[in-house]
C-alpha cells in the first residue's frame, strides 16, 4: 500500500504514474491547511518578528593592500561587512569581534525604513535606515562586541537558554550573507557543547543552518524567537558554508553583553580549583564512591576555593543545583560566571555531604585588566594606534611573566584613531625602540614623533615571557 499524506504527492507516487503514462492529476488546494502548511506559516512568522531587529554592519579601517594574491606594502582603506542583531530599544547591538575590531568608522543599516510613512507593502523592502555606530567593547576571547547606535524605539531580540538546546532542535540564522540583508535560513542544531581547542573553556553550538561571510554576529534563533546563539565561524574547504557551522551560546554571550555594557570589557571569574572529570580507573583507584562526575584535583592556596574549605579530592555533584558530569561541564559553566558572584558548590566528601558558598574572582593575569587604568587623554600612543601605559609594581603584580621591571605596557587597541599595523597586542611590554631602551610613556610618545613617514620602527616586546621583534613603518 503507498501512503499519500494530504496536499501531498510523494516521489515514488509521482514516478509510477510518471512511467506509466496515466496524466497527473492536479492536487486539492482548496481543503484545510496541512500541517506542512502550518510550519511553513510557523516559519514565515517567526522570521517575521526576528527579522527587524536583525542588522547589517560596515566597518571601515586601514590595512594592508593586497594585488592579485599578494601584499603590495602599500595601506589602504579596508571595508568589512557583518551581521548583529539588538539587544534594547535604545540601540545596543551585539555582533562578532571580527566585524568590527580596528575599525575606523562603523555604519549600521537598521530594518527601519528610512522613510518612515512608506506603505511596506511591496515584496521589496524598503531602503533601510544607515546610522553612526560606536563600539562599546570588544571581547575577543569570545569573538564578540558591542556595538550602540544613537536610536530609541527599536525593536529587540532577548536572549534564550542555550542550555536546553539539543541536538536535532530546529533553528534559524539570519543576517547578511555575502552582503545580501536580512536573509533567513534554516537548520537543526548538529550538536551542544562543541569545543574547537583542547582544554578550552569556551564551547560552541554547531548547526547546519547554512552560514556563509556576512553572517557573522547575526542571531542564531529557536522556534520561539529567542537568541540561543551567535553565528561566529564555519569550517569549510571550499569558503563557503558546507553545513558545519558555529556559533557562541546565548548563556556565554548574555554574560559578555552584560559586561561590555556596564564595563566595556569582560571581567572573567576563577575560584580558584582545578578539577577533573572521574573516569572507571580513578574512581577504582581511589575508591570513590561513584565512578562519574568531577573531581577536584588541585586547589591555589589562599584563593576562594581553598578559603570556602574546598578540598583535593572532593566530588563535586552540583553548581548551583546544577548536575555536574564532567570537568568540561563544570569549568564552562564557572567561566561564564562574571567576577563578584559568589557560586553553590554541593560536594561529597567520603559520606559527607557538604554545601560550600564560593566567591568568584576576576582572573589574574589577565591583559584586558589594564583597560581600567588608561584614558585616551592620558595614554594614547597615535603612532601605534595603541594607548598604554608606564610599566609599575602593580602593572608588574598582574603580569608575573615580565623578564624586567622597565618599559612601557599595551593596554588596548585605541579607538577612534587610524588602526597601525603593527601586531602589538594588549599585555605587551615595549622594552626598546630601534635598538633604544624604553623608560617611560612620554619617552616613547617623543622618539615616535620625531620618526617621519615611512621611517622603519623595530620594538622589542616582551609578550606573556618570550621576547620577540615588531617591526613596521611609520605612517
Do not use: C
Amino acid at each position: 500500500m503507498t501512503i499519500v499524506a494530504r496536499g501531498t504527492l510523494t516521489t515514488a507516487v509521482l514516478l509510477s504514474l510518471l512511467g506509466s503514462g496515466a496524466p497527473v492529476e492536479a492536487q486539492d488546494t482548496t481543503g484545510p491547511p496541512t500541517s506542512l502548511d502550518q510550519f511553513s506559516e510557523s516559519l514565515q512568522a517567526l522570521s517575521g518578528r526576528a527579522a527587524p531587529a536583525v542588522v547589517q554592519i560596515f566597518a571601515t579601517g586601514l590595512g594592508p593592500v593586497s594585488q592579485v594574491g599578494r601584499t603590495s606594502g602599500g595601506v589602504g582603506r579596508q571595508r568589512r561587512g557583518g551581521s548583529g542583531f539588538l539587544l534594547s530599544g535604545d540601540g545596543y547591538i551585539l555582533t562578532n569581534a571580527h566585524v568590527v575590531e580596528g575599525s575606523r568608522t562603523v555604519l549600521v543599516l537598521l530594518a527601519t525604513p528610512a522613510a518612515s510613512d512608506a506603505p511596506g507593502r511591496s515584496i521589496i523592502k524598503p531602503v533601510g535606515k544607515r546610522v553612526r555606530g560606536r563600539v562599546v567593547g570588544v571581547d575577543r576571547e569570545t569573538d564578540l562586541a558591542l556595538i550602540k547606535v544613537d536610536a530609541t524605539g527599536l525593536p529587540f531580540l532577548e536572549f534564550g537558554d542555550s542550555d536546553d538546546l539539543a541536538a536535532g532542535q530546529i533553528v534559524l540564522a539570519l543576517g547578511s550573507p555575502l552582503g545580501l540583508e536580512t536573509s533567513v535560513t534554516l537548520g537543526v542544531v548538529s550538536a551542544v557543547g562543541r569545543q574547537l581547542q583542547p582544554g578550552s573553556p569556551m564551547v560552541y553550538i554547531q548547526t547546519d543552518a547554512p552560514i556563509n561571510p556576512g553572517n557573522s554576529g547575526g542571531p542564531l534563533v529557536d522556534t520561539r524567537g529567542r537568541v540561543v546563539g551567535i553565528n561566529t565561524l564555519i569550517f569549510s574547504q571550499s569558503g563557503g558554508s558546507e553545513g558545519v557551522g558555529f556559533a557562541v551560546p546565548s548563556n556565554i554571550a548574555a554574560t559578555v553583553f552584560a559586561q561590555l555594557r556596564a564595563h566595556g570589557r569582560v571581567r572573567r571569574g576563577v575560584i580558584g580549583a582545578s578539577v577533573q572529570t572521574i573516569t572507571p580507573s580513578i574512581a577504582t583507584g581511589l575508591r570513590l564512591v561513584q565512578e562519574w562526575g568531577v573531581i577536584v584535583s588541585d586547589v591555589t592556596p589562599r584563593s576562594p576555593a581553598a578559603g570556602a574549605g574546598l578540598r583535593v579530592g572532593d566530588i563535586i555533584v552540583s553548581l548551583d543545583g546544577k548536575p555536574m558530569e564532567n570537568g568540561r561541564q563544570f569549568d564552562v559553566n564557572v567561566y561564564r560566571r562574571p567576577a563578584g558572584t559568589v557560586i553553590a558548590l554541593d560536594v561529597r566528601r567520603g559520606m559527607q555531604r557538604l554545601t560550600l558558598r564560593i566567591p568568584v574572582v576576576e582572573r589574574e593575569n589577565d591583559p584586558s585588566r589594564l583597560v581600567d587604568l588608561v584614558t585616551p587623554e592620558r595614554n594614547l600612543v597615535r603612532r601605534l594606534g595603541v594607548l598604554a601605559v608606564d610599566l609599575s609594581p602593580e602593572i608588574a603584580g598582574m603580569m608575573p611573566w615580565l623578564r624586567q621591571r622597565t618599559g612601557v605596557v599595551v593596554a588596548a587597541p585605541a579607538a577612534d584613531v587610524a588602526p597601525v599595523e603593527s601586531g602589538l597586542q594588549a599585555g605587551d611590554l615595549i622594552r626598546e625602540i630601534n635598538g633604544s631602551p624604553v623608560t617611560s610613556l612620554s619617552g616613547l610618545i617623543a622618539t615616535l614623533n620625531r620618526l617621519a613617514v615611512g621611517d622603519p620602527v623595530v620594538l622589542h616586546v616582551d609578550r606573556f615571557g618570550h621576547l620577540i621583534y615588531v617591526a613596521f613603518e611609520i605612517e
